[in-house]
């Protein structure tokens, strides 16, 4: 064997070498993809370094969560672009060349909300859409999108209806999922077997929810609150509406409600404004016009307290508490954000979960929401407690919202719950389907486009006075509708 095949296997051995040590500490740098990673690091943030603990005054050294609370927040850019087809869908787009992936959501006034009649049509319409589309049955759709290495997916809420597609962004995987994607957006054939397999699903699982007193508290609490209003229309239906849908009763809500001027695309990804504009002009074309939903009417707040008990075989009362909250957009937002973190949204460091679990163990857990949507969402206080605890902890929850709309936060309160909103905000904003999640958000309820660019802005500029003001604008803690489900206790136990 010569010198130089020698030198040239020697040499090869330490490349082999150093490329597999390089493999190693890419692996492992903080931000880098893994096996079993379930979404990739975002195009935006930018990543995080690698930082020395420091220490405290005794020598000890701060665990990662304290330092990230303890960090100053940066400035966060996003570049959004926005235009209209020529429809009238409203399109939003984010360039990002960091990974060869395309995420593109398309979001319709289509939700619950829109059953009218027949409660459930829009979660059926929502999940039919993947049964068979264009000439492609349910089988040869999966098969598609698998053999592409591309994800779609359905879903519906009270306001919304979601069509999602994920795809590498080269054109020889993206052109062909996006032509699937076209027909099952604008082309669902509704078959009538797998309507059939549908229904009896969510059949089933309204015969589950008999077996759930939360689920069937959380009903109740919708329904309760608005009871002339759209809201409190159960989007999974009802036995006696699921039984009656049929595929033309899917056909008439997709042809009312899946049009171009009720639609909103959100895109994301390493494509270019123009052919962002090309894939928005596809859906746009083979859509009808069609006409915006109408705005949903205004809920109004409770004039007085009520209750309802619904009675259940359970060693636990699920206990829900709340009233008429805001729409999205509203101007009290940021500093009801931040209240609410302080008040039960901040897990162990929350008042709610200080009072009723950490000084008297009521429960394990307590959590208050605000839930905004297009008409005023709910804001609510859940938990579950022991039956014969049921009136203490209803007792505490009240004296506790009732202190914290009267005198607002302490400062040291307010300061560790914006250090801990401002230090979560760029995990949530993390990846490309992150994003796309907040640019479907920000083009349904028509925020402004700089949304994400001002949330640090907006939440350091809420004080003490401004929550104080937003919750005794929008909670009235003797106003408030109240439910539990769980085994009444006997007197004098």
Known sequence: MSEQSKISRKTLSIMILVVSLFIVVLYNLPGSIKPGDREEPGPIVTPVQSTPLKQRADGSKLTSLELIEQAE???????????????????????????????????????AARDGALPGLAQLTSAMLTEGAGIADVDAIAR????????????????????????????????????????????????????????????LGLQQEKQSPGALAQKAFFQGLYPDLPYGIPPNGTEDSLTRITA??????????????NMVIAMIGDIDR???????????????????????????????????HLEFPSSQTHIMVGGIGVKRGDPDWFALS???????????????????????????????HFIPMASEGPFLINL??????????????????????????????LEAAKRHILGSFPLQTASNSNIVDYLGMIGFYQLPLNYLDTYIHNIEQVDAKAIRRAFQ?????????????????????
């Open 73 to 111: 927040a940066k400035p966060y850019k996003v570049r959004i672009e926005s235009w209209n087809t020529p429809n009238g869908a409203k399109v939003l787009f984010v360039r990002a060349r960091e990974i060869p992936m395309l995420d593109v959501r398309v979001v319709f006034d289509a939700g």
């Open 338 to 368: 931040v209240g609410n973190e302080i008040l039960g949204a901040g897990g162990f460091s929350s008042r709610l979960t200080q009072i009723i679990r950490q000084d008297n163990g009521l429960a394990y857990s307590v959590y208050s």
């Open 248 to 261: 033309d009763d899917l056909r008439r809500f997709h042809e009312q409600y899946y049009v171009a001027a």
């Open 274 to 308: 123009t052919q962002a504009e090309l894939i928005a002009l596809q859906l746009d074309s083979q859509l009808p016009k069609g006409r915006a939903a109408p705005t949903l009417a205004s809920a109004q707040p409770l004039a007085e307290a009520r209750e309802e």
């Open 144 to 203: 598609h999108f698998e053999g592409l290495g591309a994800n779609i997916d359905t879903d519906s809420y009270r306001d919304m209806a979601i069509v999602s597609l994920r795809t590498l962004s080269d054109a020889q995987y993206r052109d062909p999922a996006l032509t699937l994607f076209y027909d099952v957006v604008a082309q669902p054939t509704f078959p009538v077997s797998s309507l059939e397999r549908l229904r009896q699903q969510m059949l």
């Open 473 to 493: 604008r929008v909670v009235q803690p003797k106003a408030l509708f109240t439910v539990t489900a769980g085994q009444q206790a006997a007197a004098g136990e």
């Open 384 to 413: 579950q407690t022991r039956n014969d605890q049921t009136q203490q902890a209803l007792t505490l929850l009240n004296q506790t919202l009732q202190d914290f709309v009267e005198n607002g936060p302490t400062e040291e309160e």
